[in-house]
């Protein structure tokens, strides 16, 4: 079996610093950790933060600054310059749902297709159970060493963002419009975008490199709500409870097992929303229920929640002495709304993929990403792939090829943008 060709002499060109860069960022530990107490959550990603910021130094970026929170950003000055100001983004956490202390990750040349046996944790990255991995004979492939998650969500796509300013940085035949990139803390625990100084960042729009199949272009995510459900019973020693005791924890089971079935997760996919009870706690006194409810639509939003108040509310109304308390929080909305008022952003995107000879293709993203509250906040976001596959698992791998496009993708895009504005620029072969 040959390897797998590089979509572009481009892509070629910018492989080995993207997997050199990937390696690097990954050994950092960044986890984020939920129900935080301050920004960033972790103090693992001020440490990337930092290191990022010096490479951007040596790079000859300007205004390089990591504020107080972790947020980095830094100026790559147009070719030319009355071009609008384009955004890079990328996340600097990892997923707290795998362990992500002590990644070392391991570079396999020419995948031949058989089990991939990793040498910690009993990890079998097994083709027979992993499509996309089967596709992918002949590529090189990075994977953790089986006992972490490997961060190529997002560190495929960081190591892209700065693969491709690097070489924008140093090479004058490379038309670009002038660049902002930004790397954010806490994406994975919904507060990428919370303290991010849009204003400040000063960009007509962005990009962020946060998705997965190549050609893929993401200019819609879920809108999204978190419910919480406390039902509040009587307690009583059960031993003098006949005809008093009101128990909040079955109220609450019994809530949970009325939730319609067909609106869950698991049995909804594509364009489908669900409710989605995570986590529940309970004791005869006091039970709470947070769920996560989700749609593409904002009015289905709002029924399906609308359906878990109104489960909720017949339960507890079954006893008169149980109160109940519904608490309703927004989360993020689906970016497209605001995408579809600026649709040079999303087609700029399109464009550059087609110049690397991919397929664009969009695709609804069933959850968010920083992108979704940036574009509220004003800054289409769309989001592109980078190459990484199974994220937030111990299996986690990405592809050389992938990313290597995933970075020639972000040159031509900087192309795409600078030529918009002169008309007569040369594209990079
Ligand atoms: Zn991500």
């Keep these: 079996m040959p390897p797998a060709p590089f979509t572009s002499a481009l892509a070629e060109r910018l492989a080995s610093d993207v997997v050199d860069r990937l390696v690097r960022y990954a050994r950092v530990d960044t986890q984020s950790r939920r129900d935080r107490e301050t920004c960033p959550s972790t103090p693992g990603q001020r440490d990337l933060a ?4 010096a490479e951007l130094r040596d790079l000859g970026l300007e205004d390089v600054s990591v504020d107080e929170h972790a947020y980095v950003t830094a100026t790559l000055r147009g070719t030319r310059p009355d071009a609008p100001v384009i955004g890079l983004l990328a996340h600097l956490d990892v997923s707290p749902d795998a362990p992500g202390a002590g ?19 009993g990890t079998v990255l097994d083709p027979q159970r992993m499509p996309e991995l089967r596709s992918r004979v002949g590529h090189d492939l990075v994977t953790s060493s089986g006992d972490t998650l490997l961060g190529a969500d997002d560190k495929a796509g960081m190591a892209e963002v700065m693969a491709a300013v690097a070489l924008l940085a140093t090479d004058p035949q490379l038309p670009r419009p002038t660049l902002r990139v930004g790397f954010t ?23 962020t490199l946060d998705g997965s199949e ?34 909040a924890a079955r109220l609450a089971g019994r809530i949970l097992a009325q939730l319609p079935p067909d609106l869950a997760p698991e049995t909804t996919s594509g364009r489908e929303g669900f409710i989605h009870p995570y986590e529940f706690s309970g004791t005869a006194g006091t039970a709470t229920i947070r769920a996560i409810v989700r749609d593409f639509d904002d009015e289905r939003l709002a029924d399906h929640v609308a359906v878990l108040r109104r489960v909720a509310e017949e339960v507890v109304a079954t006893e008169p002495r149980a109160v109940l308390e519904v608490a309703v929080r927004e989360q993020y909305p689906n970016m497209r709304r605001f ?31 920083d992108g979704s509250r940036l574009s509220e906040m004003g800054l289409p976001t769309p989001n592109l ?15 050389v090829q992938e990313m290597a496009a995933a970075a020639a993708v972000v040159v031509r895009l ?14 990079p072969s």
């Design 103 to 121: 990644v070392e990750p391991i570079v396999h040349r020419e995948y031949d297709g058989a089990p991939l046996a990793l040498p910690r944790g």
């Design 50 to 53: 930092d290191l990022l910021a």
């Design 385 to 399: 792939f980078t190459g990484g596959h199974e994220y937030h698992s111990v299996r986690e791998w990405a592809s």
């Design 339 to 369: 995408l579809d008022e600026r649709p040079e952003v999303t087609a700029a995107a399109e464009e550059a993929i087609r110049r690397e000879g991919l397929e664009p293709h969009r695709v609804p993203i069933r959850g968010g990403t």
């Design 185 to 207: 803390p806490d994406e994975e625990i919904g507060e990428g975008a919370t303290l991010f100084d849009v204003e400040g960042f000063g960009a007509t729009c962005a990009y």
């Design 214 to 247: 190549p050609g893929e272009v993401q200019d819609e995510t879920f809108s999204a709500a978190e419910v919480t459900v406390t039902v509040r019973g009587v307690d009583v020693h059960p031993g003098f409870a006949t005809g008093k005791l009101v128990n």
């Design 414 to 427: 900087a192309g795409v943008w600078a030529e918009r504005w002169d008309g007569a620029a040369p594209r």
